[in-house]
């Protein structure tokens, strides 16, 4: 079956670490990206990569980086630098920008 | 900037009754997607608008979309309980892959 896969589904994590967050496509899609969710909210963009070797900053990237070394793939490093990093973290990708972004199942995180 | 504004936040509604989730953007985009998200879980596709006046219908939602006004609706016909969900909606910039979405709308639909 086709579709995004974000592992782990939760992760505790001690402040003061680093923490990597995985995503992995098998729909031959070009762009993938990171969106964090807070309780209650919406979806704010941390990281988008429309090609193999290429990403842009979302509009809240400070703390994170991220990685585009394979199509399929697309982690996500949530550094000791982030301050309230707990959140639930979504995964997804498109094929192009005339359709829909599919997402992934997410991971929650939790810092403590 | 491309942003994104929903309203309203929360709806409570009883059951068979009709309403309308509103989505406003502030700049030129021409491609609107409506999602929903169970608690817990993550987004599930409903619609992809890609032109003024598209309109869809999927069992009793029916999203529509005026890119003159920049404005989208997701309206609801006869609630029923299983609706009961939490609805975005995102837009893309012209020439870009960014989706930027709204805040959500927490429906409650009331037996």
């Known amino acids: 079956d086709g579709g995004i896969t974000q592992s782990p589904k939760y992760l505790f994590r001690k402040e003061g670490q680093n923490v990597t967050l995985s995503c992995e496509q098998n729909?031959?899609?070009?762009?993938m990206y990171w969106y964090r969710q807070d309780p209650g909210q919406g979806l704010r963009l941390i990281y988008y990569?429309?090609?193999?070797?290429?990403?842009q900053k979302g509009d809240i990237a400070e703390g994170y980086s991220v990685s585009r070394e394979k199509k399929e793939s697309f982690p996500l490093t949530v550094t000791s630098a982030k301050k309230n990093p707990t959140a639930f973290y979504l995964c997804?990708?498109?094929?192009?920008?005339?359709?829909?972004?599919?997402f992934g199942q997410g991971t929650r995180l939790t810092v403590v | 900037e491309l942003k994104v504004e929903q309203n309203p936040l929360f709806l409570s509604m009883q059951e068979g009754k009709n309403y309308t989730i509103y989505c406003n953007y502030s700049?030129?985009?021409?491609?609107l997607y409506w999602y929903r998200q169970d608690p817990g879980k993550s987004l599930e596709s409903l619609f992809v608008?890609?032109?003024?006046?598209a309109v869809k219908q999927e069992g009793r939602l029916m999203a529509s979309l005026d890119t003159k006004a920049r404005l989208s609706t997701l309206h609801i016909t006869a609630a029923v309980h299983d609706l009961s969900a939490t609805y975005f909606c995102?837009?893309?910039?012209?020439?870009?892959?960014?989706?930027?979405f709204g805040t959500g709308t927490r429906l409650k639909v009331l037996a």
């Open positions: 997804a990708s498109s094929a192009n920008r005339a359709t829909e972004a599919f």
């Open positions: 995102a837009a893309t910039t012209s020439g870009t892959y960014k989706y930027i």
């Open positions: 608008l890609l032109s003024n006046g």
């Open positions: 729909l031959n899609h070009d762009a």
């Open positions: 700049t030129t985009s021409d491609r």
């Open positions: 990569s429309q090609i193999v070797n290429d990403f």
